[in-house]
């Protein structure tokens, strides 16, 4: 029944896949978890929400679902999707960036690197330089809406997307790409960029707006933000949460960040990959910072939720952030049994191919419950 929603002839569908990210939940996952482990008019925590699917199933399944996300690019897709601009506003700033796009001079797009010129035209990229100088995403809802539809258009197949012939999940190196287009002598899609994103923002609104509870993603760094939903709760804004349902970043894996450069570049980042200024990563490399992050944003959590409450959290099979993810949830919830469900990959994945080889890539669920719960949920099959 919930994946009748997750349907493209429904709004709710068709805003659920705003955008490309990595290592993010199956919809229909999300959309499961939600029902089956949560009652209408509950609250659902993600302290780390990525493209803020779990939040959306929250919302669109009538709970309120509060997320924190730490990238700007998952952040942006989950605040659009769960409150879109009104069409004809994101129209009209559409046209009003083609006009500011004929005035970008020349000076403004040589100081890019190469790999700009033969992944794009040059209109396209008057067009995409404009939109990194004039929208304000973090505070306007149209220029986020335009800026997400954007964003999920940056890079992929050549017919629906901006760009020279890229994967969309992931930009690949800037090298690498140059040497791959001119060995096949693919140079960039001849588009006209303001007809391009007037198709794109026609098909999104299609089907209307999706019908959502009042929910929101916060963005920034959980070991902080968390603090503003401690004060929500105490202050009887929200109600304590009844379930803790989220997917924290797997230790030695960073592509959050490098995977991501080109959307990264679009929202004010660098325009070259680099690992170079990314405070986070040290948090996925170094085991000690990888506990005390699941340590102290777990704690945080639990000072919010409900004594009955759910916890279900899924993670990487491999052994480190396996062990580490069920201590940390042992110490900070004792009074709930721990349950857990192997799910492996179906097919090889990105995250499969760091993997420790001697172990079978995948990931594993590990669900907590009230000791007075009984335990007699089934799992999802
Ligand atoms: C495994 S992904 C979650 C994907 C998500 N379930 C989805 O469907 O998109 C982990 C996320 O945690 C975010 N993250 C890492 N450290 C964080 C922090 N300190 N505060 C908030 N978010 C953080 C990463 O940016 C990444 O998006």
């Known amino acids: 029944m919930t994946h009748e929603l997750l349907k ?48 959306y199933a929250a919302a669109a399944l009538q709970r309120y679902g509060y997320g924190i996300e730490i990238n700007p690019v998952g952040w942006l897709y989950g605040r ?11 129209l009209s700033r559409n046209n009003k960036l083609g006009e500011i796009a004929n005035n970008i001079l020349k000076d403004e797009l040589t100081t890019l690197p190469e790999f700009f010129f033969s992944c794009y035209t040059e209109e396209v990229l008057r067009y995409l330089v404009a939109a990194r100088k004039v929208l304000s995403w973090r505070r306007s809802p149209t220029d986020a ?26 930009a690949m190196h800037p090298d690498y790409s140059i040497r791959w287009w001119q060995e096949r002598n693919m140079l960039p899609p001849d588009i006209n960029p303001v007809e391009f994103m007037e198709k794109r ?65 679009m929202l004010g980042g660098n325009d070259r990959p680099t690992w170079t200024g990314e405070k986070w990563k040290g948090k996925f ?40 993810t069920k201590k940390v949830l042992a110490r900070i919830f004792p009074n709930k049994s721990m349950e857990m469900l192997a799910r492996p990959f179906e097919k090889e994945t990105q995250t499969a191919l760091y993997g420790d080889k001697a172990v079978k890539p995948g990931e594993v669920d590990i669900i907590m419950y009230p000791y007075c719960f009984g335990n007699e949920k089934e799992s999802i099959g």
């Open 285 to 324: 490399e170094s085991k000690e910072d990888y506990h005390s992050l699941l340590s102290i944003i777990f704690q945080k959590c639990a000072e919010v939720m409900a004594n009955d409450a759910i916890v279900y959290v899924r993670t990487d099979a491999r052994p480190f952030t396996l062990e580490t």
């Open 80 to 90: 659009v999707k769960l409150d879109p601009a009104p069409k004809d506003r994101v």
């Open 201 to 265: 923002i026609d098909w999104r609104y299609a089907k209307g707006m999706p019908k959502l509870e009042n929910s929101k993603v916060i963005f920034g760094d959980s070991t902080l933000k968390l603090r503003e939903i401690i004060k929500m709760v105490l202050s009887g804004e929200t109600q304590p949460f009844n379930l803790l349902f989220t997917s924290p970043p797997y230790y030695g894996i960073t592509n959050y960040y490098y995977d991501q450069w080109l959307r990264l570049w």
């Open 8 to 55: 493209l002839s429904t709004a709710t569908g068709r805003w659920s896949g705003v955008g490309p990210y990595y290592a993010m939940f199956p919809r229909e996952f999300a959309f499961d978890v939600v029902e089956q482990y949560s009652e209408t008019g509950q609250y659902i925590l993600d302290p780390f929400a990525g493209r803020a699917t779990s939040i």
């Open 145 to 170: 809406t335009i800026m997400a539809i954007i964003l999920v258009h940056l890079h992929g197949k050549r017919e629906t997307s901006f760009s020279n012939q890229m994967r969309q999940g992931k």
